[in-house]
């Protein structure tokens, strides 16, 4: 059974840095997309980024695009998402999200992901 489980959310004065991590475990396929994504009470999950596991082509959303960095460990089958130059309007809960029919470039729509993990918080104060 797949899981994914997220860690390192928590709170951080405006400007500061977190870095969120994400363990995909019980993976039976060797190749699979993965993305990061967050959700505020009462709005749309937004996708934030994403990354494909070999090629580890990314790809960016515009509000998070120059602060915010994918990356992964192959060998780990870990995911991580580096915070920098946190704003307010950044606490949500993250998520990140595995797509395990991984496309030539990963796409940030959550219809394309079909396990997710838990969340993690991230709360940004000012």
């Known amino acids: 059974e797949v899981h994914l489980v997220e860690s390192g959310g928590g709170l951080v004065q405006v400007g500061g840095s977190l870095r969120l991590s994400c363990i995909i475990s019980g993976v039976t396929v060797d190749d699979y997309d993965a993305g990061w994504f967050r959700q505020v009470p009462g709005q749309e999950r937004e996708g934030l980024a994403c990354i494909s596991k070999y090629n580890r082509r990314t790809g960016y959303g515009d509000s998070v695009k120059g602060r915010f960095t994918i990356s992964n460990d192959i060998a780990e089958n870990t995911v991580y998402l580096q915070l920098d130059n946190l704003k307010p309007e950044d606490t949500a809960v993250y998520y990140c999200?595995?797509?395990?029919?991984?496309?030539?470039?990963?796409?940030?729509?959550?219809?394309?992901?079909?396990?997710w993990g838990q969340g993690t918080q991230v709360t940004v104060s000012s």
């Open positions: 999200a595995a797509d395990f029919f991984p496309k030539y470039a990963c796409r940030l729509s959550s219809s394309n992901y079909g396990y």
